[in-house]
């Protein structure tokens, strides 16, 4: 399998935390963490507890990824023209499940679709919400983001993307038809969506397929998108550019 170059390397503060050589021991002695009161043998030297100095470098860890958004998007695989930020004037709806906060899923249900026609900001739906999703939790750090067509290349030649896509704890498989015209290709789509539902894996599908398509193309792939969110975008919807400079 393809090692994962997307893996996100620590920033340099967490590095020089993690490289601190202990002190020897004896010079521990009993005293108040400086941050949360609570009482510690700590280092001479150490002021904070073990607990809080992990939050520090969890929280050091998630500014990191708030400031290099641009490098974290290329590693997963987004084409440059999604890259710079963009603002959703409003998210859609899955009419089935309208407590379903859309911009906060979490893999719960395993799967979100965006359909609608091209133009309506379904690709760049997708990359703020896996991007914000990155930004406020850190076991999240396999996000991988494969064309349709691409992904079906890749499985007839035994290429790296497809491994990608089963591994990745997060797919975005984006524009889900064009490029797929024939029943042995989508299978291979349906196994990837089959084997990621059975796992709960999180996954987002852009298609500007109709369901009553899809279902007429594929009828696997159409119910295992039947079993998360289904999401219509419009032209209202459009998503447009933030002026804000890409990092
Ligand atoms: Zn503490």
């Known amino acids: ?62 500014r990191w990824r708030q400031e290099h958004r641009r490098g974290l998007l290329v590693q997963m695989g987004v084409p440059y023209r999604l890259l710079p930020p963009a603002e959703v004037a409003a998210w859609p709806q899955d009419p089935q499940h309208p ?69 990745a704890q997060l797919l975005i498989l984006e524009d889900l038809g064009p490029g797929l015209n024939s029943g042995s290709v989508w299978s291979i789509v349906s196994e990837l969506l089959a084997q990621r539902r059975d796992r709960q894996a999180p996954t987002i599908v852009t298609t500007s397929l109709s369901l009553t398509t899809l279902k007429s193309r594929n009828s696997r792939t159409a119910h295992c998108l039947t079993d998360g969110l289904i999401c219509e975008t419009k032209r209202a919807e459009r998503t447009k550019r933030s002026r804000r400079k890409p990092q």
């Open 1 to 62: 399998m393809e090692n994962f170059k997307h893996l996100l390397p620590a920033p340099p503060e967490v590095l020089a935390a993690l490289l601190t050589p202990p002190l020897p021991p004896g010079e521990d002695r009993f005293r108040e963490c400086k941050l949360c009161g609570e009482e510690w043998a700590l280092p001479v030297g150490l002021e904070i507890c073990p607990k809080c100095q992990m939050a520090r470098t969890e929280a050091a860890m998630l």
């Open 99 to 167: 407590d379903v906060e859309i911009q906060r899923w979490q893999g719960d249900p395993w799967c979100l679709t965006f359909q609608g026609a091209p133009g309506t900001g379904k690709s760049e739906m997708a990359v703020e919400l896996a991007y914000a999703w990155l930004c406020r939790d850190l076991s999240l750090e396999r996000v991988a983001w494969i064309r349709g067509a691409q992904l079906v290349g890749a499985a007839l030649r035994r290429e790296a993307p497809a491994a990608r896509a089963y591994a």
